[in-house]
């Protein structure tokens, strides 16, 4: 089967097709393979842009990038799409894929079975602690980050997921980089400088969920229209004194991040 390094087709990039839309084609193919599941073998943009979540405007537009302009009265075939995005996603072929950092989060990872149905194959798990050599972690064996190197060169790996605490990540970074390695998934809590040629998509379970939190803060202080009471109109009171706990140290290969699946 072809690997990643040595056969990529033409990038969306080289085609010229928004970095907005190639982020809304994996939502297109998450529900374009559910439809296919249910043996539909049409779909109208409208019911195919509810599906994904976006206005069918947009959505006609992101498959004009693809040259894919449906049939009037009939709709986008189903399983030409499905193909057609995912050979643009380069998933008509296998991606071999490393995790580095083999704590919760990382074992999490490697557990998940999303990737292989989606064109990735996790081809090693690597973990600084030496006592995690050896042992299986979904059918794999967890190698030392000493093997590394070694480890990307043998497997043509091109994509690393960085699963560690946050003061490790750029070192592993750095030495993904140097190995070879030409786009990471970042789940650390910090912020990777990477060279030119380098792409990092940065997942930040925190962030995420302190956007949640900002948004139930402000649906809790809604309150009914009104005249202003009295409370309103008065000066704020003094804030009381709050103690702050310190925070535990981070222990295991990936410190305090909580082991999730990804979507």
């Given at each position: 089967?072809?690997?990643g390094?040595?056969h990529?087709?033409?990038t969306?990039?080289s085609?010229?097709?928004?970095?907005?839309?190639?982020?809304?084609?994996?939502?297109?193919?998450?529900?374009?393979t559910?439809?296919?599941?249910?043996?539909v073998?049409?779909?109208?943009?409208e019911?195919?842009?509810?599906?994904?979540?976006?206005?069918?405007?947009?959505?006609?537009?992101?498959?004009?990038?693809?040259?894919?302009?449906?049939?009037?009265?009939v709709g986008?075939?189903?399983?030409?799409?499905?193909?057609q995005?995912?050979?643009?996603?380069?998933l008509?072929?296998?991606?071999?894929?490393?995790?580095?950092g083999i704590?919760?989060?990382?074992?999490a990872?490697?557990?998940?079975?999303?990737?292989?149905?989606?064109g990735?194959?996790?081809?090693?798990?690597?973990?600084?602690?030496?006592?995690?050599a050896?042992?299986?972690?979904?059918?794999?064996?967890?190698?030392?980050?000493?093997?590394?190197e070694?480890?990307?060169?043998?497997?043509?790996v091109?994509?690393g997921?960085?699963?560690?605490?946050?003061?490790?990540?750029?070192?592993?970074c750095?030495?993904?980089?140097?190995?070879?390695?030409?786009?990471?998934?970042n789940?650390a809590?910090?912020?990777?400088?990477?060279?030119?040629?380098?792409?990092?998509?940065?997942v930040?379970?925190?962030?995420?969920?302190?956007?949640?939190?900002?948004?139930e803060?402000?649906?809790?202080?809604?309150?009914?229209?009104?005249?202003?009471s009295?409370?309103?109109?008065?000066?704020?009171?003094?804030?009381p004194?709050?103690?702050?706990?310190?925070?535990?140290?981070?222990?295991?290969?990936d410190?305090?991040?909580?082991?999730?699946?990804?979507?």
């Amino acid at each position: 089967m072809a690997t990643g390094r040595n056969h990529r087709p033409a990038t969306s990039r080289s085609r010229g097709i928004p970095e907005a839309t190639v982020a809304r084609l994996p939502l297109y193919l998450r529900a374009l393979t559910a439809l296919s599941e249910r043996s539909v073998p049409t779909v109208s943009s409208e019911e195919l842009a509810s599906a994904a979540g976006v206005n069918s405007a947009k959505l006609r537009k992101d498959f004009s990038y693809l040259g894919s302009y449906g049939t009037r009265g009939v709709g986008y075939d189903v399983e030409y799409l499905v193909y057609q995005i995912s050979r643009e996603l380069g998933l008509t072929q296998d991606w071999p894929v490393v995790i580095v950092g083999i704590g919760n989060l990382g074992a999490a990872l490697a557990n998940y079975g999303g990737f292989a149905s989606r064109g990735f194959r996790v081809a090693a798990l690597i973990d600084a602690d030496p006592s995690l050599a050896g042992k299986p972690v979904a059918g794999i064996p967890v190698q030392h980050t000493d093997e590394l190197e070694k480890i990307i060169s043998d497997n043509g790996v091109s994509i690393g997921v960085i699963a560690t605490p946050a003061g490790a990540a750029q070192q592993v970074c750095d030495r993904l980089v140097a190995a070879g390695i030409t786009s990471i998934l970042n789940f650390a809590p910090t912020v990777l400088s990477v060279p030119e040629g380098v792409d990092v998509r940065k997942v930040d379970l925190s962030i995420e969920l302190q956007i949640l939190a900002f948004h139930e803060q402000r649906k809790a202080g809604e309150e009914p229209t009104g005249a202003a009471s009295e409370a309103d109109t008065a000066p704020p009171a003094a804030p009381p004194a709050v103690a702050v706990a310190k925070r535990p140290p981070e222990s295991g290969s990936d410190g305090d991040l909580p082991a999730v699946m990804p979507a």
